[in-house]
């Protein structure tokens, strides 16, 4: 029976001293965003695991602001690639060499809303300042809107809108071994060798370019300003600049803020699909959209992002494409859905639980309680799974995955 206690036991199973792995049957180190998601789901009662979560991340921060995707704070077996490959780090820890979703801002403000502890405060807003000063510096043309240069770094490794920018990728015969095909299952779920083929080149081109973002930016193939990213991206914004006013800091917030605005407007300037009736994700090499139609389009609603307009005809794509099925919300819908295949149709809990807070926010409560509702019931009848597929609910991917039993806590605790 999943409850409050039950999830929070799957949760301290994970952790490994100061970090928690997402699984350890298929992920055995720290990860970026799932950390964040993870700190969230124990920020209400257990604030000081959650702060030794995240600040083990900032740990893990590189000397140019980054947090890199993996902390690799332990010697595991089992995952491809391991710290042999991405052959970089902070000088403390072995780390890859790209980034995740910066949901970290968010975590470490549920914690500060629960923690009164300033040395925790300092720390967090030096910490994520630098963080997102290097999504500006590192990862943006125009200061606005910024980029991704690995598919990893979305954290929806496979969604079919990486399919066009992958295509022009020649990756040769890459020699690797996977270790995620650990049974049948996982071989017909897991991301295909032709995604992994490019997934391990542009990681080489990012190591045999010393991971020199300036070099990077010249010569990566893939480029995509991720309409994920971008509008967890907008959220932080805002998020920081109330970490800065209780740092007493209120010009670095005012800052802030209208980054997150500036972002924002060029979301819905630059990264609406009218005939998809979606947010999408832009190829930046060539300015072109990437018209796959994602659940990440609605993420948007997280950071308060849709005019008006804009809003009304994605709900009208979200009711007519998305909640046909019997749970919301598919990831993916369009020629490449597959219910059972990782970012191409299953339901993820932290998908979810981002479209359900964004419903929330504007104004869409009944969306957000079906969500709710939906990814409860999930959970309850088959377990902290990574991922369910949207027809029948049945549970795919790692059990006992930390994010799942984190933020099905959100939900109980709300
Ligand atoms: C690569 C850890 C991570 C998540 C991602 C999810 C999956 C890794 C992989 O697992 O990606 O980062 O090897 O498949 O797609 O969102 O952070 O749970």
């Known amino acids: 029976m999943a409850d409050l206690e039950d999830s929070l036991q799957v949760i301290e199973n994970n952790r490994r001293n100061s970090f928690t792995v997402p699984s350890e049957q298929l992920y055995p180190y720290q990860w970026n965003w799932d950390s964040a998601f993870i700190a969230l789901g124990i920020s209400s009662d257990k604030a000081l695991e959650a702060r030794e979560e995240l600040n083990q991340l900032y740990e893990s921060q590189w000397e140019n602001g980054m947090i890199p995707q993996i902390a690799f704070w332990r010697d595991a077996e089992g995952y491809f690639p391991g710290p042999d490959e991405w052959q970089t780090g902070n000088g403390k820890v072995e780390t890859s060499g790209i980034t995740q979703p910066p949901m970290v801002v968010h975590a470490a403000k549920k914690v500060l809303e629960t923690l009164d502890d300033s040395e925790f405060l300092q720390k967090s807003a030096k910490s994520l300042k630098n963080y997102m000063e290097w999504w500006i510096n590192c990862r943006s043309y125009d200061g606005r809107l910024v980029y991704v240069r690995h598919p990893w770094e979305t954290g929806m490794d496979d969604s079919p809108a990486w399919i066009k920018p992958l295509e022009k990728i020649d990756p040769g015969n890459p020699e690797y071994e996977r270790k995620d095909l650990k049974n049948d299952d996982s071989s017909k779920e897991r991301p295909e060798n032709w995604d992994y083929d490019r997934y391990v080149y542009l990681l080489r081109q990012g190591r045999d370019y010393n991971w020199n973002e300036e070099k990077l930016r010249e010569f990566c193939p893939f480029q995509v300003a991720d309409i994920l990213t971008n509008s967890i991206f907008a959220r932080a914004c805002e998020e ?123 104004g869409e409560t009944e969306i957000s309680r079906q969500i709710t509702e939906d990814s409860k019931e999930l959970v309850e009848t088959n377990g902290y799974r ?29």
């Not at 027809?391 to 959100?410: I, Q, V």
Request: charged content about 25%.
């Open 386 to 414: 990574e991922y369910f597929n949207p027809e029948t609910g049945e549970p795919h991917g790692s059990e006992k995955f930390s994010w799942t039993a984190a933020l099905y806590r959100t939900w109980l605790l709300s």
């Open 240 to 362: 920081l600049a109330e970490i800065m006013e209780m740092n007493g800091e209120p010009e670095k917030a005012e800052k802030w803020r209208m980054q997150g605005r500036k972002t924002s407007e060029a979301i819905n300037e630059r990264m609406w699909s009218a005939e998809t009736k979606n947010f999408v994700s832009i190829d930046l090499w060539n300015e072109e959209k990437l018209m796959e139609n994602s659940a990440a389009g609605f993420v948007t609603t997280y950071a308060g992002i849709p005019d008006q307009q804009k809003h009304e005809k994605m709900i009208e794509n979200l009711e007519n494409n998305f909640m046909g099925k019997k749970y919301i919300v598919p990831s993916y819908v369009g020629k490449h859905y597959n219910p059972e295949k990782y970012w191409r149709g299953p339901i993820w809990i932290n998908l979810n639980w981002l479209i359900a807070k964004g419903m929330k926010r504007t």
